[in-house]
């Protein structure tokens, strides 16, 4: 079993990218709190950002967290420190949840993150620097027509950026009727999803994103995702259906949209032919970890494939207490993702 990478503070939801041929995480930051367990996730009361790096993946176990600027071997993980804190954020209440990170056309790089309005509703900021590892800039609003959790953002080949986002019960993609959000339904702000013969299930989001960065340059959008009939899966369908942590990452013109299912606690992967979708099912790529959420991100660097993801082995078991880790992944002849190197 892979070793945390972190382990002086409580690292989640890693969202890892390859940066001028070094590797970033920008995770959640865990902390101590004696807020009680619950469906709509209050005890994840995170109040800032670190961001990580490091040359390459380490080759064995335990923490090597090194002070900002220093390395010791070239796999050590450097902690640069606080990247943008609650305080930092003006229509910010309380609650930084998963973030993530693009670099721009203009080359600085923009975070992108999730948090509590002042009235309680999820919205999805921008932040901006002009180096990887930050410190970052917010901008005064949450970006317009934004809603839900988890923003992942892509930038395809063709330089065009898209941001993917949503989660159900605590992420309260369910309060909201149509595609583009629009009015939000407060009776449904809990552990409430559709349920029963012949529904569907709730659907993530996607939306191009402007040439600078800070907004929708189309519509917000569901990402409908199938089974090999090209039928949407089922809301009662738990092991395979949405339920928060979209990522998008593409291989050989192949778009892979991973998530969890939440409550079954998988993640997932569906394969489509546009950064739209549709996407069809394709199957696990990781089985239950000790903690009650799973939340990941998959990246290339320097010719292999990684999985990053979190469990709450460090905390024993403590679930608002996770660690970020790491697996080589790889795929078949086919292009479907592999948990063990093909012969």
């Given amino acids: 079993m892979p070793s945390p990478l972190i382990t002086h503070i409580y690292t989640a939801d890693p969202s890892a990218h390859s ?3 070094r590797l970033y995480i920008y995770p959640s930051h865990d902390r101590e709190t004696s807020i009680k367990f619950n469906d709509r996730g209050d005890q994840y009361d995170m109040v800032d950002y670190h961001v990580f790096s490091m040359d390459d993946i380490p080759s064995e ?3 090597q967290v090194g002070v900002d600027g220093v390395e010791k071997r070239s796999q050590e993980v450097v902690d640069h420190g606080i990247a943008l804190k609650v305080e930092d ?8 949840w998963a973030p993530d990170c693009a670099r721009g056309k203009d080359g600085r790089w923009y975070l992108y993150f999730p948090a509590r309005d002042k009235e309680g509703i999820f919205r999805i900021g921008v932040a901006v620097s002009s180096k990887p590892e930050g410190p970052f800039t917010p901008d005064p609003l949450p970006i317009p027509g934004s809603f839900s959790i988890d923003p992942a953002s892509f930038v395809d080949t063709d330089g065009k ?12 993609l369910q309060c909201y009727s149509t595609p583009e959000g ?6 449904k702000d809990g552990p409430y999803e559709p349920s029963g013969p012949g529904v569907t299930a ?5 939306a191009q994103l ?10 917000v959008r569901d990402i409908q995702i199938v089974d090999d009939d090209g039928k949407l899966l ?16 593409k291989r050989n013109d192949i778009y892979y949209f991973s998530y969890s299912t939440g409550d079954t606690h998988l993640l997932v992967y569906a394969t489509g032919n546009s950064p739209f979708g549709p996407f069809t099912f394709k199957g696990k790529i990781l089985d239950p970890v000790l903690g009650w959420t799973t939340h990941h991100s998959i990246v290339q660097h320097r010719g292999k494939w990684y999985l990053f993801y979190h469990d709450c082995e460090l905390s024993n078991g403590v679930d608002h207490l996770r660690s970020v880790k790491v697996r080589e992944i790889w795929y078949d002849d086919k292009g479907d993702i592999v948990s063990q190197k093909p012969e």
């Fill in 234 to 249: 089922a809301a009662d369908d738990h092991d395979r259906r949405f339920f928060e942590a979209a990522w998008m990452h």
């Fill in 210 to 219: 402007s040439t600078d960065m800070h907004t929708f340059e189309t519509p």
């Fill in 89 to 96: 954020v003006s229509w910010v209440s309380k609650q930084l």
């Fill in 161 to 172: 950026s898209y941001l993917y986002f949503g989660g159900i019960w605590g992420g309260q």
């Fill in 202 to 206: 709730l659907l993530p989001r996607v």
């Fill in 19 to 21: 940066f001028n041929d």
């Fill in 61 to 63: 176990g335990g923490s």
């Fill in 182 to 187: 629009g009015i939000f339904d407060s009776t």
